[in-house]
């Protein structure tokens, strides 16, 4: 049975949706960032990255969210969160997944969880309203992220559309399309299931 290593509302979220998206049992173990319990000994021994998530799989650890979101999609096709037999498809999704694990997420997280200086952080906004602008109005199909199918993209995209709002970022009028996304992600019954399990609430 996998089992997720999670942070509360972190970026961790995305894997725990999609978990509960498929359906299929699985454990949990929170791991208290603000703790440093990602540094402790026993987890670096299983990931020497040190950081959430970690899904431990029957192969063993499997870290970095584009990863999981593509293996628990690929080891479980009936539940239909990526395509399967659409090489052009497929790619879609990985270019939409890589431009948030690699753009979006060290930018807004830097934004938003670093000690950064007045003029640091004003130029870290700038940068990370660019990124969320790109998604705004390029990169979101809607309804769903792709497009008519919801998939892995969809609750990775939350995350960050989540952080946004919750930082001020992501006001109606400048980001409508994200505003009523995240919105549509958060009305999801799985997704309100996993907000219950980590203790957390729409925003
Ligand atoms: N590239 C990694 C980034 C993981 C990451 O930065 N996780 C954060 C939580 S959102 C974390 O664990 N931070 C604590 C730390 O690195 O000490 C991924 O996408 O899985």
Not at 156 to 181: C, I, K, S, T
């Amino acid at each position: 049975m996998n089992k997720l290593y999670y942070s509360t509302g972190a970026c961790s979220l995305a894997g725990h949706i999609v978990l509960e998206e498929i359906g299929a049992p699985y454990e949990l173990e929170a791991v208290n960032l603000n703790a440093g319990e990602q540094k402790r000994p026993e987890f670096l021994a299983m990931s020497p990255k040190g950081s959430t998530p970690v899904l431990l799989t029957e192969h063993g650890p499997l870290t970095e969210n584009v990863a999981i979101l593509a293996y628990l999609a690929a080891t479980h096709p009936e539940a239909g969160l990526a395509p399967t037999d659409d090489a052009w498809a497929s790619a879609q999704l990985t270019s939409f997944n890589g431009f948030l694990g690699s753009s979006v997420h060290p930018n807004i997280g830097k934004l938003l969880f670093y000690p950064l200086g007045e003029a640091e952080k004003a130029a870290q906004r700038d940068v990370t309203l660019a990124k969320l602008r790109l998604v705004e109005d390029h990169l979101l199909v809607g309804p769903w992220a792709l497009g008519e199918a919801y998939s892995t993209a969809d609750p990775y995209l939350m995350v960050f559309e989540r952080w946004a709002r919750q930082g001020g970022l992501l006001d109606p009028a400048g980001f409508p399309r994200m505003n009523a996304h995240l919105d549509a992600v958060q009305a999801r019954p799985a997704v309100q299931r996993v907000f219950d399990q980590e203790g957390i609430a729409k925003v």
